[in-house]
């Protein structure tokens, strides 16, 4: 099977020079400043637009159970359309797809806007809603044309990844505080309003970069019906994916119903940006570590990682019930997230078919986007009729079949098979 020739080359032996400022090298690279920019501008909406719906429809409809099924329906919706929409980005090129399909998103989003604004029926919520999946990938796109620019360069791809990782943190962390601010300050339209306009001037920013662009791809008659889903070692990933998932929506749920229970709501979204917090400060000095052996061994490290920081939450709510010490431990228990999904989508880029990373990358996306969605019912119903302290076992129950999927589907035997190999 072809594997992306981004991480098919031996990785370098860096002199101490070449290692000492990663991220300052990593941007030396003739246009890499500013399609990140841009890429960043549309990227930020992605935190914005779930919280801005929930806040729009419910501020004016009064119903939180209509606002999380028009959410829930887009969230499905995506599932479907966006590894086809990333297909035709590999296909046909970024510029060529990502603009159209970013325009049609935003009409959606506008025609949401417009039908909560005039109380148009229940059902043109959920149509319009759907209209979003187009949005193009806009992290994935940004992780290929690191692939295509450091070919060879296993280091410094590491870097790129990590940056990548943290900087989609950095997006989620900031994203909902923001169309928070701008729902409650301004009018309930306002956050999506402004999201659409990021988005939009972001994709076009990016789309404008061409000399970073990645080639589309041709391809021939043998790979031409090679799909990722298929690709050797990919189903293992994509399963990890859906049970990361599950933590990440497990946990959000659970914070909101804990600081809801302890009588500070208001300060959910603010624990839950210190867990952002230490994923993104994490991310940021694992790329600036010098990693030896194979991917596949450290994966199952930072899982297990993962596993055993998240009992620190479960802890710090069922032993003591406070608020503070909660922070704290989310905080640390944050820490383990980035690593996790930075070596995730590297095994992943490794295993993708050649000229399919976008549509790869696109499908871990989705296969976190389900599991969020699954960890999120989950934890919402056992915080419900349990209590939120019990439901912070939601996420370290998610991560360790995390870790058990990985030990037995493939990650240790393809490390075995390296070692006997050698």
């Not at 909560?116 to 999946?133: E, I, N």
Request: charge should be positive; aromatic fraction near 6%.
């Amino acid at each position: 099977m072809p594997q992306s020739p981004s991480t098919n080359a031996p990785t370098p032996t860096p002199s101490a020079g070449h290692t000492s400022r990663p991220y300052r090298r990593l941007f030396a690279h003739p246009g890499t400043r500013a399609f990140t920019l841009a890429n960043l501008t549309a990227r930020l909406p992605m935190g914005m637009f779930s919280v801005s719906a929930v806040v729009m429809i419910a501020g004016t409809r009064g119903s939180y159970a209509l606002a999380g099924a028009v959410t829930a329906t887009g969230l499905a919706a995506t599932a479907l359309v966006a590894p086809w929409t990333a297909r035709l980005v590999d296909r046909y090129g970024q510029a060529r797809v990502a603009v159209p399909a970013t325009l049609c998103a935003a009409l959606g989003s506008l025609a949401l806007l417009l039908c909560v604004r005039y109380d148009a029926p229940a059902w043109t919520l959920f149509a319009a809603y759907a209209a979003t999946a187009t949005t193009p990938n806009t992290g994935g796109m940004s992780r290929a044309r690191w692939a295509h620019l450091l070919k060879g360069d296993a280091e410094a791809l590491h870097t790129a990844n990590s940056f990548e990782q943290a900087a989609d943190e950095l997006c989620f962390m900031l994203g909902p505080v923001i169309a928070a601010f701008l729902c409650g300050t301004f009018f309930p339209e306002a956050g999506t309003l402004v999201g659409v306009v990021l988005l939009v001037t972001g994709v076009l920013a990016f789309a404008a970069q061409r000399s970073t662009e990645p080639p589309p791809w041709a391809p021939t008659a043998e790979a031409a019906g090679t799909s990722p889903l298929r690709a050797p070692g990919m189903p293992p990933l994509l399963a990890v994916c859906l049970a990361m998932g599950a933590v990440f929506g497990s946990t959000e749920v659970v914070t909101i119903a804990f600081a809801d229970a302890q009588g500070h709501r208001t300060a959910a979204g603010a624990v839950l940006a210190l867990q952002a917090a230490g994923s993104c400060a994490a991310g940021l000095l694992y790329g600036r570590l010098r990693l030896s052996g194979p991917a596949e061994y450290r994966y199952v490290w930072c899982i297990a990682a993962m596993t055993a920081l998240l009992t620190l939450p479960l802890l710090a709510a069922s032993l003591t019930g406070s608020l503070p010490l909660l922070c704290v431990a989310l905080l640390f228990a944050g820490m383990a997230t980035a690593p996790t999904m930075i070596t995730n989508m590297a095994l992943v880029q490794q295993r993708t078919p050649d000229g399919r990373l976008n549509e790869g990358m696109t499908l871990a996306v989705t296969a976190l986007l389900g599991g969020i969605a699954c960890g999120s019912a989950t934890g919402g119903w056992l915080a419900e009729h349990l209590s939120p302290a019990a439901a912070y076992g939601v996420p370290v129950t998610a991560a360790a079949a995390a870790l058990l999927i990985a030990l037995a589907t493939g990650a240790v035997g393809s490390v075995r098979g390296r070692v006997n190999s050698g």
